[in-house]
């Protein structure tokens, strides 16, 4: 396919006028590209293909299309032609490898490529939902509202993201923190304190032997530690990524973990409602709606749930009494679904059952770091205050040591 082979190009060339021009363009050969030079009236001089950075791109988050998406929407709603759009959102982009891609968008819809079919030959920031989405608009006529709709789908996503990650952020830094305390303590400072009191004699107090044993085996085995640890780790990442069925049980577990588990519960909800919500009023009938749901969803106990709602709306079941049946969806999301259904309104009930669920998700974050915050300075205390007190022990009780 020719969006497979566009490619980035430097040139110099020298206008009618006999000024010196440099830019860089988007073509699929460097012939191709002096040919476009010469159509727009530019001799081209010398024409080479984009060098890549020394040290690697900075990598394309799902911000970066977020915002992408936002521009674009703003500038089509405005009456900016979508080609025209391309180049001023890839002028202002500061990330070189977004405004890469931008560009070979760009030069990809110039060539007469729909741009459904442009974003599809970059599958790793643009899944198959955002795709069918903005195909649907193309399709009828109303790419800037669809391009709105997405923007505005993509941004409560990502802002959901950043709550959940901000409910996690805090106490694993924290833990971390002590962790990395706590082993600096026994390695270095604890052995300072056992040459001490070996040099006295003596019996020292039992929970001062315990702290030196602990400290012992610290200095012994930390690396040996630190080794499976990181082991575990990617161990645990990629039997999550290659193994469904290590990934679904996973994904059962973190919903039912103490307090995390009904804020993971929450967003997946909100996901739900949301995708639905934006798949429905773009105009993809229900069955196909749901399918890329069930693939938006991020947890499997829901994408299987869901994918079991699918096969059952295409039945004739209702979607409402279909989602009852899971026995995994809340009250509240079922009756304003039935509702939505009854009236016509499906996308909106929808709608607000996402901004429910996602108001939900933020005041658990802001109670969760609310009821963390003493609990982990307890725990620092107890660590921390605990060595001190065994290293010192035996100073308080000198006349038993000496």
Known sequence: MATATQQLYLYKGRSRDGKIIEGEMTATSAALAKAQLRRQG???RSVRKKPKPLFGQKKIKPAHIATFTRQLATMTRAGVPLVQAFEIVAEGEENTSMKEMIQKIHGDVSSGNSFAAALRAHPKYFDDLFCSLIDAGEQS??????????????????????????????????IVVAIV???VLLIKVVPVFDETYKSFGGQLPAFTRLILS???????????????????GVAFSQARRRSPRFAALVDRIALKLPIVGGIFHDAVIARFARTLSTTFAAGVPLIEALQSVAGASGNAVYRDAITKVRDEVATGITLHSSMRSTGVFPVMLLQL?????????????????ADHYEEAVDNAVDNLTTLLEPMIMAVLGVLVGGLLIGMYLPIFNLGNVL
């Open 214 to 232: 602990i400290s012992e085996f610290v200095q012994q085995w930390w690396l040996a530690a630190v080794a499976a640890l990181v082991a575990v």
């Open 337 to 353: 679904t039935a509702i939505g259904e009854e009236s016509g309104a499906l996308d909106e009930m929808l709608g607000r059952a």
């Open 141 to 174: 006529g109303t790419l800037e509202t669809m391009l709105a709709r997405v923007a505005t789908y993509k941004e409560k996503t990502e802002a959901l993201k950043r709550k959940i990650r901000k409910a996690m952020t805090y106490p694993s830094a924290v």
């Open 42 to 44: 530019i001799l081209p």
């Open 181 to 183: 305390v706590t082993g």
